[in-house]
């Protein structure tokens, strides 16, 4: 019968699914074997591996048995050319994005209970790599998966695990009986994506109306509340709360590179980004008596090695705390479709269709002409829209027209993707948000 698995591959995804393959040592250095290593003997063609980096990015199908395999050149340090491991090849189906496992946290706690789960006890991955997944939980993530990509559906493997039959007394079957609407809800996912592909044509865009009978305005309506309840929840909780939930997370699940990891350990980088007095990460072993009053007693665990999280924060701090938290979420989730494309042409192309295409709501339009509303959202330093261009603001502003709802508007042309004003984050972030 076959498997799912669930393998966590941090910064090697990227050329492990150009090789179309995973890979794991058989040992470490010292000739001690790990069982999410070993795990890889156990794969077999027709099992279905989940690629988790951050967030879950792939599903991919098994197409080989295990293999012994030296560390593919790839993937090799200087000093490691030789390491013996295991080799699976597979065959990736990317998602375009990145579905977070955090909204599934209630069922993880609950049912991925066993000391081989690929879930510690916060509901968090573990550091390791491959894991055989808990049958209900590879059902929610694949449940999840065909909501962000309905075409998988159509895959023979995919449509095999849906098919599949489950013993009587399984959890399983109460999820499938509760959620039977998977046809329904790939369907409509399935239309409203063609719609806004067809409504985001640039040269159509006006000539294209919006079926009465899809109830467009109000999907987007409710991911907009839905949004800002989140956006609610957040400000609720205190900035100490923040940094020991939100910040721990990110840095636990690999979410931040290791140049960054190294300059947490050092006051002036944790003062300039934060506004904390103190060194946001502290090596495990180099705390003091008199350092501890200033860090939360749970260490915080980053590829292996143990740290203390500063807990010494402060209203004051919000602003520079949720800025960074905002931007790490962005690029989490960034579109990878928009990777290769400039920031003034991701404005003056996607952006632009999406206004046009009667994305934002004539209430949000207006804000648009303001400075403060353009500044927070985008991060720009120009009202986002004008309604003439003229000498003294030409400089700031695309020559090309933007008709939104009747009106002829113009789009700021003052974007920049540099560390100390990047409107990346921001302008993916709302393109996300809106399409």
Known sequence: MNITWLVTQGRTYDIERKGGYIWAPKHTKEGAEKFFWNNLTRVTPGDIIIHYSTGIKAVSRVTEPCQESVMPQELAKADELNTEGWMVKCEYFDLGQVIRIIKFKDEILKYCTEENSAFNSKGSVKQGYLFELNEIIAVLFMREILKVKPDLSKLPFINEFLNKEYAEDSPVNEILNSKNDRGNEVMTNQMLSNLERLMALHESTQLVKRPSRIALP??????????????????????????????????????????????????????ETFGIDHPLLLRARALTFDDSPNYFR??????????????????????????????????????????????????????????????????????????????????????????????????????????????TLFLCSQWFEQPKNNDRPLLEKWIKAHR
Do not use: H
Request: charged share 35%; proline share 3%; with cysteine.
């Open 218 to 271: 109000e999907l987007i309506t409710k991911k907009s509340k839905q949004a800002e309840a989140e956006d609610i929840t957040i400000s609720k909780e205190t900035v100490k709360e923040l940094a020991d939930t939100k910040l721990r997370q990110f840095l636990e699940e690999g979410a931040i590179d290791e140049d960054e990891v190294y300059d947490m350990r050092f006051i002036d980088y944790s003062e």
């Open 298 to 407: 749970k260490q915080v665990i980053i590829r292996d090695e143990k740290f203390y999280l500063c807990s010494n924060w402060s209203e004051k701090q919000r602003v520079k705390l949720e800025k960074w938290l905002n931007a790490v979420d962005a690029r989490v989730n960034a579109i990878p479709e928009y990777k290769d494309i400039k920031i003034r042409d991701l404005a003056k192309g996607v952006l632009r269709d999406m206004l046009m295409a009667g994305k934002a709501s004539p209430e949000e339009v207006e804000k648009m002409f303001t400075l403060d509303y353009s500044s927070e959202t985008f991060g720009i330093n120009y009202p986002l829209l004008v309604k003439e261009r003229n000498q003294s603001n030409a400089p700031n502003y695309f020559k090309v027209k933007v008709p939104i709802r009747g009106q």
